[in-house]
T-cell receptor
Framework: EAGVAQSPRYKIIEKRQSVAFWCNPI?????LYWYQQILGQGPKLLIQ????????DSQLPKDRFSAERLKGVDSTLKIQPAKLEDSAVYLC???????????FGPGTRLTVT | SQQGEEDPQALSIQEGENATMNCSYK?????LQWYRQNSGRGLVHLIL?????REKHSGRLRVTLDTSKKSSSLLITASRAADTASYFC???????????FGKGTKLSVIP
């Protein structure tokens, strides 16, 4: 079974630029999550989708972050404009449904200079 | 929030010894999950224990849950160098099912 795919793996941008991350979850998984992990901390949930609907985006900085999951499969997370404090690893995860174990992708390491 | 808090923050043991990590949380849960993160394999699910379960085993892993004390522990027996990683507990809130990760326990197993 293929795992959660993410791209790109690494990205370096200057502050105020925009960036987008892509995630392809495990086939058949209804729930998709985006997390932000800053060095030395645990992952922080940014947004959770159930199929193509948003379940929880309470910790998403909506003035600069946006995410979508069209057709209930792939998802993209965008940051515009980026700030220095956005430097982190962005993890995508999926699960059969909410409350089940989550399977994580390799992450995208973002550096904002 | 339902954030799990792991203790200790760091743990260093010799290969073959047992490692115990603890987790505390604040409100009612649906289940509690443990994850491991190392540079090689990223973040990996280890075990899920439901709120009506008290103990669960998976290979060399043993997880206990005490809902009256709002705490859980992860025991790794006969540790190996490959167990070197950060371990996170993630309580899943009753109703919300959202996982909230703490800062983790950094385990170092010395060969």
């Amino acid at each position: 079974e293929a795992g959660v795919a993410q791209s790109p793996r690494y990205k370096i941008i200057e502050k105020r630029q925009s960036v987008a991350f892509w995630c392809n979850p495990i086939s058949g998984h209804a729930t998709l999550y985006w997390y932000q992990q800053i060095l030395g901390q645990g992952p922080k949930l940014l947004i959770q989708f159930q199929n193509n609907g948003v379940v929880d985006d309470s910790q998403l900085p909506k003035d600069r972050f946006s995410a979508e999951r069209l057709k209930g499969v792939d998802s993209t997370l965008k940051i515009q404009p980026a700030k220095l404090e956005d430097s982190a690893v962005y993890l995508c995860a999926s699960s059969l449904s909410h409350g089940h174990e989550q399977y994580f992708g390799p992450g995208t390491r973002l550096t904002v200079t | 929030s339902q954030q799990g808090e792991e203790d200790p923050q760091a743990l260093s043991i010799q290969e073959g010894e047992n490692a115990t990590m603890n987790c505390s949380y604040k409100t009612s849960i649906n289940n509690l999950q443990w994850y491991r993160q190392n540079s090689g394999r990223g973040l990996v699910h280890l075990i899920l224990i439901r709120s009506n379960e008290r103990e669960k085993h998976s290979g060399r892993l043993r997880v206990t849950l005490d809902t009256s004390k709002k705490s859980s522990s992860l025991l790794i027996t006969a540790s190996r160098a490959a167990d070197t990683a950060s371990y996170f507990c993630a309580p899943s809130g009753a109703g919300s099912y959202q996982l909230t990760f703490g800062k983790g326990t950094k385990l170092s197993v010395i060969p």
